[in-house]
């Protein structure tokens, strides 16, 4: 006992905190974390207290659950003192917020409200006391999370004094499941719908942050934890649930989204429950979808960004967690990749959701599911109408719940959430061999179609050439690539100027026909096998991949076109329904590496005739060999 008494906090509580706090006469509210779900909730409200020097946030943990993981660091994160279970236990409070009901509740020392971390209570989940590995019998299915009694009451006694509901249908289910716990329910809407709500008129900043581009759809995943969930493989002992989920769909998805949705075209992103996160480990998660993310998947941050991502998208593929129900209440198309009901209390209304959403046929074309469910849409109204009854309210109605439990005044100024942060920049990086259709119109104009390491060479018109990364992971692929790229910044030493590097990467493979470097979100500098030096630059309205004008160039000069049209006209590139303007301009060269100065480029009256003749030229219609990356 005197060891774990010697890693109490002494300031600002403690035997003797009076002796060394500042400010003593503060009422104490603490933040009760189960782990890092449950605690996205409580930073959703802690601002509620900002600017009150009344009261002092204290945080701990209860150590109650399975997800341990991130839990220190997030705390640590927040800069609030934070106490060993056993001392908050021993400490007296005015409030208590927890977003679960994990750990000896009843023990804390003060008022206690209880919020819900997700779309309300929807999930049977067994109680502690219960075993949970155990499969429950048809008879008797495990309680509903949050509407029971065994969750809600201790010694028939309601456990909090306070149980905040977004939607009058939870009183419903509420009183029919624990009656005498409905005296202590308050409805207070849901904070963090109302964060996305707000942030709703940034949505083109969000989608421009992850990289999405005037045309792109953003197809997001979302899988909640759990072996029946999106990312799961089952019921654990290898077996398919019979109820829509858990039959791995995942695994098979990825792959086939990469080879059958245009890179170009589409944006691939993914949001995981932090349970997946925390339980497994970060680094497993990158190593599970390794491949995926070569091809350009997107990994959503659990905590800062994935409301951020929900407003961009285009279309959900998800399971029947909340992130997915956030998804069909802001209107967004959602398919149905794994829909387990059995999990679900039959009454709430994300039930009737999962009952009625379209579901993911794995054996159909995606393409066309995708494009036929956004354009057809009609967005449900339940889930928009369930989430919450009071939308832009949550944060008036629950400072107002705080300080009338602690029976205190509420600090003058308006309660107030934080909006929703911009995401740093994330775009799209593919070091996955790029499988490239292209179609030479007059203009000059090419019409480019991307398969990120396709299972199987690609539908479509048109002829074909292989794009590769420096930074493959298959350094083989590299000697068969017809155009070789890269990006970074244009005074990197490690690479030197973008004109040598492109002339290195020409010597170092033979069989490349344009090598390519791109400097910034819109131009890069492209040498071909002739020897010409060109910049390419994007016009004011194109926002493609600068890759793509590089597979462009080279699709223009293979197909017979001239450097002098590039040059004098410039060029227009089009990804499925989009065109992008790019200029085109001729750069000076620079010595070579050995102190030779490289091939100068050919003046616009030399360039007809010299790829005319000139037996580099890239022929058109080849179509290269590739393997897997």
């Known amino acids: 006992m005197d060891e774990e008494r010697d890693q109490w906090i002494r300031v600002p509580v403690g035997d003797d905190a009076a002796r060394w706090a500042t400010r003593v006469r503060c009422r104490r509210v603490l933040l009760v974390v189960h782990n890092v779900t449950s605690a996205t909730r409580l930073l959703d409200v802690l601002p509620l207290f900002h600017d009150d020097l009344g009261v002092q946030l204290l945080a701990t943990c209860t ?5 341990r993981s991130g839990v220190a660091e997030l705390l640590a994160d927040t800069g609030v003192p934070v106490l060993p279970w056993e001392q908050a236990l021993a400490t007296p409070v005015d409030l208590a917020i927890s977003a679960s009901f994990g750990g000896e509740l ?35 299915p495990p309680p509903v999370f949050g509407l029971a009694p065994d969750w809600l009451l201790a010694d028939g006694v309601p456990l909090a004094d306070a149980l905040v509901l977004s939607h009058p249908e939870q009183f419903d289910r509420l009183a029919a499941a624990c009656p005498e716990a409905l005296p202590t329910a308050v409805l207070g809407g849901d904070p963090c719908f109302d ?6 008129p940034y949505r083109d900043r969000f989608r421009r942050a992850l990289g999405v581009g005037r045309g792109q759809r953003l197809v997001l995943l979302n899988s909640t934890w759990g072996p029946q969930s999106l990312l799961g493989d089952g019921d654990g002992d290898g077996v398919a649930g019979e109820d829509g989920g858990g039959d791995d769909t995942l695994p098979a998805l990825l792959p086939r989204l990469a080879s059958e949705l245009p890179a170009d075209e589409y944006r691939i992103a993914a949001v995981l429950h932090p349970n997946i996160w925390h339980g497994h480990g970060s680094g497993q998660i990158r190593a599970w979808l390794d491949r995926a993310r070569r091809a350009g998947l997107a990994l959503i941050d659990p905590l800062a960004d994935w409301r951020q991502a929900l407003l961009a998208a285009d279309v959900v593929i998800g399971d029947h967690g909340s992130v997915t129900y956030y998804a069909a209440a802001l209107g967004t198309p959602v398919l149905l990749g794994a829909a387990p009901l059995g999990s679900l209390d039959p009454d709430a209304p994300i039930a009737d959701f999962i009952r009625t959403a379209p579901g993911l046929d794995a054996r159909a074309p995606l393409r066309g599911q995708l494009d036929a469910l956004v354009e057809s849409h009609v967005p449900q109204p339940g889930p928009t109408r369930f989430t919450s009854s009071v939308p832009g309210e949550a944060a008036v109605r629950l400072r107002r719940a705080f300080y009338e439990l602690m029976a205190a005044p509420e600090p003058p100024g308006p309660a107030l959430l934080l909006p929703l942060p911009l995401p740093d920049p994330e775009p799209a990086l593919r070091t996955a061999p790029l499988y490239v259709l292209t179609r030479c119109l007059a203009g000059p104009e090419v019409v480019v179609t991307r398969y990120a390491d396709p299972a199987r060479e690609p539908d479509g018109a048109g002829d074909a050439h292989l794009a590769v990364h420096e930074d493959t992971r298959d350094p083989g692929q590299l000697s068969l690539a017809d155009v070789v790229f890269r990006d970074g910044a244009p005074d990197d030493p490690r690479f030197g100027p973008p004109g040598r590097w492109v002339a290195e990467v020409l010597d170092r493979h033979a069989h490349c026909a344009l090598a390519a470097y791109v400097t910034g979100p819109s131009s890069c500098v492209v040498r071909t096998r002739g020897g010409a030096l060109l910049r390419l630059t994007g016009g004011p309205e194109a926002d493609a991949d600068p890759a793509v004008y590089a597979s462009a160039v080279h699709a223009w000069l293979a197909a017979g076109g001239t450097l002098a ?30 102190g030779t100065r490289l091939r100068p480029s050919p003046t616009p009256a030399d360039r007809s005739s010299a790829h005319a003749g000139d037996a580099d030229t890239p022929r058109a219609g080849r179509r290269s060999p590739r393997t897997g990356s």
Not at 115 to 140: C, F, M, N, V
């Open 565 to 594: 049209a590039l040059v004098a006209d410039g060029l227009t590139v089009r990804t499925g329904s989009t065109a992008h303007h790019v200029a085109v301009t001729a750069e000076a060269d620079g010595p070579a590496p050995g």
């Open 195 to 200: 964060r996305i709500l707000a942030a709703r």
């Open 106 to 140: 009843g023990a804390i020392q003060g008022s206690l409200l209880i919020l819900s971390h997700g779309i309300g209570y929807t999930k049977r989940l067994a109680t502690p006391s219960t075993d949970a590995e155990a499969a429950p019998s048809q008879d008797a």
């Open 63 to 67: 150590g109650s659950s399975a997800f």
